[in-house]
């Protein structure tokens, strides 16, 4: 599986980590930062644009990252998808404009090229390679044909089927359909005995070993294959995927829930699906919902940033989140007298947590796109990142990818961003799929949005259903 990180550092897409040094460069000069009051609608506007500036017009593909150069993620693509409605409600860009790139989009999608051949294709039996080409829609390089990231994609698929309603829009409903109704789930859960979805194929080596299991973000995943309209799984690959749930529990009382250390296995699923007063078998025996689940991992990531047992810099009670991100590279320093080990592109979490890493790089969409899980905590958090860092990680699309106060070393190499005095090293990117999950939890907290629409979908309550949730707007 040829993943972001390997894809960034093995030099490709024009020497992708080489060219950026200035953190907030290559753009127009970021505004000045915005009075606190106003600071989420200031993140949420500046966080739609990423997407709409940084989508092509012409296919509706999404890159990856910028101002890096890049090629383009599905996921991101499905993120850009949900984040076009959103601006239409607020006013940034009219409907005419989000139908004509939401069309592109999904023509783009329908009539791609499908074939089992190593190159000249973006995809295969209805799903799509992890990264295309951001011009063509090839698949880019050697990347795995992703289940996961194609399901990132159509929760932006299925949304903009849902949200554009009017007679004139009756494309974008069919093609949304269509792309989804393609998909065979079935043949990517042919090699697990417990039917569990591959996490991906490559036409060179055929599928991953490795399946989606336990409390990831894999969740929505089955809730779309269980939901589909033709090839759709049965309720054993559901139980497949959470008979390894015993393993992430964590904390106890208040505080157990199913843990997964990066943050963004909390949030991928309920951009899309409201999580709240629904209960699937295991949360019903838990006494409680995945959104409180996700509510409970919340400030389990704020304890530990208080607690700090790395030592860290920076990290407090208002600056915290970790999750999957940029970081300085992979690099030994001595910090306040101990040898520490810096990393480059990984999925952060809290040690002791299943996935946990933490090497001081705080990602802020860790903890902004967690807004509607604990808001009592999170708007302190934002408020704090951007009044003790401003600038130096506050620029033209809201909060960049990352930083690292603990990394101060301007003789050292790292693999891109810039040492700052005020934040350390900062990164000089965006990441899509980190972006996406802002856009769409601050609407989701502020409106309801895409949480309305989604509720209403036949193929999410289908999928719910068949995964055995009950109770709340399931009815």
């Excluded at 040829?2 to 080489?18: E, F, I």
């Excluded at 992890?130 to 990347?143: A, N, S």
């Excluded at 932006?156 to 069919?174: C, H, S």
Aim: glycine share 12%.
């Amino acid at each position: 599986m040829l993943d972001r990180r390997q894809l960034l550092l093995a030099g490709g897409a024009a020497a992708l980590l080489g060219g950026c040094t200035t953190a907030g460069t290559g753009g127009a000069p970021a505004a000045a930062p915005p009075a606190t009051a106003g600071l989420f609608a200031d993140i949420h506007q500046r966080t739609f644009r990423f997407f709409w500036e940084r989508s092509n017009p012409a296919n509706g593909l999404m890159a990856d990252r910028w101002p890096t150069p890049s090629f383009a993620s599905i996921a991101a693509t499905g993120f850009a998808l949900t984040a076009y409605p959103i601006g239409v409600k607020h006013g940034w860009i009219s409907r005419a404009l989000a139908r004509e790139r939401t069309l592109a989009t999904l023509r783009f999608f329908w009539t791609a090229p499908q074939g089992d051949a190593p190159s000249g294709f973006s995809g295969y039996k209805g799903f799509f390679y992890h990264f295309l080409d951001m011009d063509r829609g090839l698949r880019f390089r050697q990347t795995e044909l992703s289940s996961i990231d194609t399901s990132l994609l159509l929760g932006g698929v299925l949304f903009a089927g849902q949200y554009y309603d009017r007679p004139e829009e009756a494309e974008i409903r069919d093609l949304a359909a269509k792309i989804y109704a393609r998909c065979d789930w079935r043949w990517f859960q042919q090699q697990d005995a417990q039917k569990r979805v591959s996490m991906g194929w490559h036409p060179e080596s055929g599928f991953l070993e490795r399946p989606w299991f336990g409390y990831t973000e894999g969740q929505i995943l089955y809730i779309l294959a269980l939901g589909a309209p033709e090839h759709s799984l049965d309720r054993d690959a559901y139980d497949g995927w959470c008979s390894t749930y015993a393993e992430s529990w964590r904390g106890s009382g208040d505080t157990r829930h199913l843990a997964f250390g990066p943050q963004f296995a909390h949030q991928f699923t309920q951009c899309w699906v409201d999580m709240r007063g629904i209960r699937d078998a295991t949360m019903r025996e838990a006494g409680f919902d995945y959104f409180e689940n996700s509510r409970r991992a919340t400030y389990w990531q704020r304890d530990y940033a208080i607690r700090n047992p790395g030592k860290w810099v920076g990290y407090s009670k208002d600056i915290w989140g970790l999750s999957a991100c940029d970081g300085p590279g992979d690099v030994q320093a001595t910090v306040d007298g101990t040898r520490r080990q810096f990393i480059g592109y990984a999925a952060r979490g809290p040690i002791g947590l299943p996935d946990g890493l933490d090497d001081g790089t705080i990602t802020p969409y860790a903890a902004i796109a967690s807004l509607p899980f604990a808001p009592e905590i999170v708007e302190p958090a934002a408020r704090a990142l951007h009044a003790r860092y401003g600038s130096a990680i506050y620029g033209q699309y809201g909060f960049l990818d990352a930083f690292n106060p603990s990394f101060t070393f301007a003789g050292l190499p790292h693999d891109h961003g810039s040492i700052t005095a005020t934040a350390g090293w900062v990164d000089s990117d965006y990441i899509g799929i980190d972006q996406g999950p802002i856009v769409a939890m601050i609407e989701n907290q502020q409106s309801g949005l895409i949480w309305d629409a989604m509720r209403e979908h036949p193929a999410i309550r289908r999928g719910l259903q068949r995964a055995g949730f009950t109770g709340g707007w399931l009815g």
